[in-house]
């Protein structure tokens, strides 16, 4: 499957995600987990729908190993850095435990963008 089709499937798998945790906030009146609701649907689906646009308009992009690195490294960092704001706002685990997570998913995200940014610059410059 070619990358932007990627992103769109797993963008719309964050989103129902995002959404049944959402309901489940509100039917409970439980907002604990709202910054995780946040990101699920931000930085998983808003964020990974517009990177399919993106890729989908401008195809040569997908062409290049940068479409590849910033697939891997956004979809790792997307996934830790969730799972990490999920057990610290959850209080599923301590400081020693998520803090790592971020550190790492931060990296991962950033790798991604600059890969991204660079495929744009590219894109741009055609
Ligand atoms: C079935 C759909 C959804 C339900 C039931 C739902 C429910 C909720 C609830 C209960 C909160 C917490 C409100 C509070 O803390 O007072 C919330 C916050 C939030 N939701 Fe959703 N949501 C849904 C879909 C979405 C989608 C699709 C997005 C983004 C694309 C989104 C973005 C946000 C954001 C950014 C916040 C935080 C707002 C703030 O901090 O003030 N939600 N949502
Ligand atoms: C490296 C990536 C990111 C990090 C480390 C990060 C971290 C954070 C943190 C620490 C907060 C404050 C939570 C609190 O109130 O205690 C926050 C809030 C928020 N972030 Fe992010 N974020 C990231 C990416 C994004 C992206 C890509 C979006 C949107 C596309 C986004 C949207 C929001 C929104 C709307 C809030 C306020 C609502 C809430 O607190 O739930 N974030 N973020």
Redesign the pocket.
């Known amino acids: 499957m070619k990358i932007d089709r990627l992103f769109l499937v797993i963008a719309a798998i964050y989103?129902l995600i995002?959404?049944a945790l959402?309901?489940y906030?509100?039917m409970n009146q439980d907002?604990t987990h709202?910054t995780t609701?946040?990101h699920i649907?931000?930085l998983g689906?808003?964020s990974m729908a517009l990177f399919a646009l993106v890729y989908r308009a401008w195809p040569a992009m997908q062409q290049s190993v940068l479409a590849k690195i910033h697939f891997f490294a956004y979809q790792a960092g997307a996934l830790i850095m969730v799972t990490a704001i999920f057990l610290k706002y959850g209080g599923h685990a301590e400081e020693n435990v998520y803090g790592p997570m971020f550190g790492g998913s931060e990296a991962l995200l950033l790798a991604g963008m600059v890969a991204f940014l660079i495929g744009v610059l590219r894109a741009a410059r055609d």
């Open positions: 989103i995002g959404m959402g309901s906030m509100g907002f709202r609701h946040t649907n931000l689906f808003v």
